[in-house]
T-cell receptor
């Protein structure tokens, strides 16, 4: 596609529910990133995929968070037993290849609100 | 651990002014530095990418400089316009990920 696409754009859920957020990167981009942005803050790194594998998941806050990229393109961020503190904008980015020098392109984000 | 700081946190200027946004980082061993613009409720739009071997990059009215040894970058906006109002984020890449500052919120009034 022309840009990074994220769905849903908005998600409201209740505490304790399960949520999935989807990211469709730019066609041909092998590296994909998930970030989380709280109000008034800069984005914080969650996880990075190179192809199908998670190359760095050091930013995932706890084991309720999990992400997959089974075919090396679309990725899904999964959040179990959501808590109010999970409310944030979840941003996805892609770049042509990982490893350092590429420009990252971001999607519009998925705004998650946990009531 | 890499830390990125942006000063000022907020800036309000009249239309037509030239302005400078500052970004500093603690670990100079970076691959590159990227400046982004973020409009309220929107994602990030990439403005400029400076590789570690470069000193500056220009795009239209925007000019970004990089002094890697001192851990600093500046974004210069010439002849500011109300449409430039947004949050500007600086991010550095050490290894496989970008580390962001908290941004400068810019308002340009007519």
């Amino acid at each position: 596609g022309a840009g990074v696409s994220q769905t849903p754009s908005n998600k409201v859920t209740e505490k304790g529910k399960y949520v999935e957020l989807r990211c469709d990167p730019i066609s041909g981009h092998t590296a994909l990133y998930w970030y989380r942005q709280s109000l008034g803050q800069g984005p914080e790194f969650l996880i990075y995929f190179q192809g199908t594998g998670a190359a760095d998941d050091s930013g995932l806050p706890n084991d309720r968070f999990f992400a997959v990229r089974p075919e090396g393109s679309v990725s899904t961020l999964k959040i179990q037993r959501t808590e109010r503190g999970d409310s944030a904008v979840y941003l996805c980015a892609s770049t042509r290849e990982g490893g350092g020098t590429g420009e990252l392109f971001f999607g519009e984000g998925s705004r998650l609100t946990v009531l | 651990k890499q830390e990125v700081t942006q000063i000022p946190a907020a800036l309000s200027v009249p239309e037509g002014e030239n302005l400078v946004l500052n970004c500093s980082f603690t670990d100079s061993a970076i691959y590159n530095l990227q400046w982004f613009r973020q409009d309220p409720g929107k994602g990030l739009t990439s403005l400029l990418l400076i590789q570690s071997s470069q000193r500056e990059q220009t795009s239209g009215r925007l000019n970004a400089s990089l002094d890697k040894s001192s851990g600093r970058s500046t974004l210069y906006i010439a002849a500011s316009q109300p449409g430039d109002s947004a949050t500007y984020l600086c991010a550095v890449r050490n290894t496989d990920k970008l580390i962001f500052g908290t941004g400068t919120r810019l308002q340009v009034f007519p």
